[in-house]
């Protein structure tokens, strides 16, 4: 049986699964009622025009979900931009600051009202150049809603109650009409995504459309870029690259200063941050309640078995103005295997990392060509935080256990993201009834469905970790971790610095990470979400698709390697899962990041641990 929280939701789901009119539960029949019900469910989508009221934003918002609603669309929504904006007094407005405007003076209304106006400023360039250059600035609005909502009481702060993203906007400059938007609606758990150009308001969706993808015509546009359904933050955890909290962004002060009526107070990347870690919370428990009542098991486990997001993270190194790189701790976890497995990295130091930077001719597009690193060394992509979270919660409400989703990372496991292998395997998952979501029947049912597949396989590694009852994936990790040590072998590499040819002796095993780096940032570039050149290095490798570290070598190879059933586990050395990351004898603990012994921390605790 799944838990109780999983149990209430799915209560809670006749009500819940689509978006409601009303700010509470109860639900009104009658003529020209947008309330009316169809048995116990509400829901405003499937309600006849007659039934919908009318609003000034009639013929303004126009349905871009791919729902085909052709007329009344704002009196069917619920989240505090609709409730106070687009159905309320006599007027439709268009553009950003008309709709701040009318938002920022609406009185309480139904339950609904808003405050703390805040805004964080975001910029690839301004930092690196300390400069003013451009920005985009993320404006975040608390609202109060009456509605009970989706998430369990005492489950932890609630997200903001709307979001506007402007784009290309400069400090001494208008703030543009153009404004995309993301409204949280309390009573059923999901985002609602708007934009609009300054003449009309597209809806684009919420949440659960979000995981139908993209439509055609523009419609649910917004879902190339939210795959999830919920918020996103490409670099969600300390040190930031682009955002503000552990650096100043030239400009961004005198950019909220000069609009303060619109943009409010200046935050940072910390406040950025605690917003998308909630909404992501709260969105993940609607997320999980919606695709049980759909019954398409594949999907409820997608993201244990494929990437769907992902993250940017930073090392946690000194800002030296990006002319050289500064590395000298390199993350296996999160770069290389999923840090659910465990945690490790490789020492070196940065002189090393500057000239392998340099030999590989790593530079950032549209910087200048001094600039070949970030402000924070080591830019890497590591799994998405929200997907991690979601299987925090498939585990937490008993449809799997750790043992099941160590044996599915296992599979492939030097391939953290973008494993072809172990993604393929979702079509091993059967169709299950909701009765019999748990470890037991799932693993079962994978079972059968992998008969008896190709010795060496993806199919048979995955067969023989679920038909192991001891979880290896510790020892597993290990024992990579020490082959990795023990490579030791250097490799001569020329490069160009200060005007002179110079050769250095490097470990191979770092310029084979360096490769694994590379081909990741290559693969990330193809999401949508990474809009813009600058947001990481590239360089001039030509590393080839599918390229991975050999799973028990720690060599680099193409190929997939099983290893079931290979090493024994060691459980007298248990992993300490309070940790998000074990540093080596070179480097100490910092946040929730590893530094050089040499350098000075700054951050506060977190979850990094000494080894």
Known sequence: MIGSAALMLRMKLPLLLSLLLGATAACSSGPNSADSCDGDKCDAFDLPESEIEATPCDGVLVDKSGRGIQGKLAGRLTDPLAKLVFR?????????????EKLTK??????????????????????????????RAVTALDCEQPAEGIVPPGFGSQPPGILFSLFGVRAGDDLPD????????????????????????????????????????????????????GLVMKELASPWVHWEGDTDTPGADDLIANNEDLLGDHSDGIDM?????????????????????????????????????VNLESANSFDDGTSKGTADFFNLSGTVYNNRLGFGGLNGNSEEYDAI???????????????????????TVVPGEADQNYINLLVEEGIIDTNLANDVLSVDFTRAIFSEDRCELLNFVPTIEEDDLNPKTITEAILAELGSPATGSPADELKKNLENEEDQSQALVSAFDEACEDRTETESITFSKDGSSQTMDVPSVLRDYMRVVSLNRREATNLSVFEFPQTMPTDSQSVASGTRFHPTTCELTREFVPVANTVPSDPADPIDESCCRICGPNSQACGDSCISLDNTCSQPTGCACEG
């Not at 993940?284 to 409820?300: D, P, V």
């Not at 001719?361 to 080591?378: C, M």
Request: overall charge negative; hydrophobic content about 30%; proline content about 3%.
């Open 88 to 100: 309320s007094g006599d007027d439709c407005p268009v553009g950003f600051r008309d709709i701040m």
């Open 106 to 135: 609406a009185p309480e209304t139904d339950g609904f009202s808003c405050d703390n106006l805040r805004t964080m400023v975001v910029s690839e360039t301004a930092q690196a150049l300390q400069q003013e250059t451009n920005y």
């Open 178 to 229: 153009s404004v995309e938007l993301i409204a949280f609606d309390k009573s059923t758990g999901v985002f609602n995504y708007y934009e609009t150009d300054g003449r009309e308001i597209n809806f684009f969706g919420n949440s659960k459309d979000m995981l139908k993808g993209t439509g055609s015509a523009g419609d649910r546009r917004c879902a190339a870029c939210h795959t999830g359904g």
């Open 273 to 309: 941050e605690d917003i998308v870690r909630a909404s992501n919370d709260s969105w993940n428990q609607a997320r999980l309640a919606t695709l049980i009542e759909q019954g398409n098991t594949q999907e409820i486990l997608r993201p244990l078995f494929c990437t769907v997001e």
């Open 357 to 379: 930077l340099r030999a590989n001719g790593q530079t950032i597009e549209g910087l200048p060509g001094e600039h070949i690193d970030t402000v924070f060394s080591l830019t």
